[in-house]
Nanobody
């Protein structure tokens, strides 16, 4: 199957920066969209940003202009550069990837990382 391993979370003061990474490994024919979601305590999981295999990006309004998503297709890795962090960005951040795992089957499946905590202090 497919494993997604995230890294880069931590504690930072408001106005600071963090960079998250997520590497996919396992049986991978190709990866379609990769993205980052977050879930704060008591709230639903929400999309932060995603990026297609061709590099098209999509951002939540709350992070536009502050966060940048990118990917390295050769490394099956997606990144999230987070600048000008705010306390309301505090959440567990999850990596998601839509992956085709069989050469004979065009279907792709969603996989999730284990999550990494981002805490922004005021």
């Amino acid at each position: 199957q497919v494993q997604l391993v995230e890294s880069g979370g931590g504690l930072v003061q408001a106005g600071g920066s963090l960079r998250l990474s997520c590497a996919a490994s396992g049986i991978i024919i190709n990866i379609n969209t990769m993205g980052w979601y977050r879930q704060a305590p008591g709230k639903q999981r929400e999309l932060v940003a995603d990026i297609s295999s061709g590099g098209s990006t999509n951002y939540a309004d709350s992070v536009k202009g502050r966060f940048t998503i990118s990917r390295d297709n050769a490394k099956n890795t997606v990144y999230l550069q987070m600048n000008s962090l705010k306390p309301e960005d505090t959440a567990v951040y999850y990596c998601n990837a839509n992956v085709r795992i069989w050469a004979w089957n065009p279907n792709a499946y969603d996989y999730w990382g284990q999550g990494t905590q981002v805490t922004v202090s005021s």
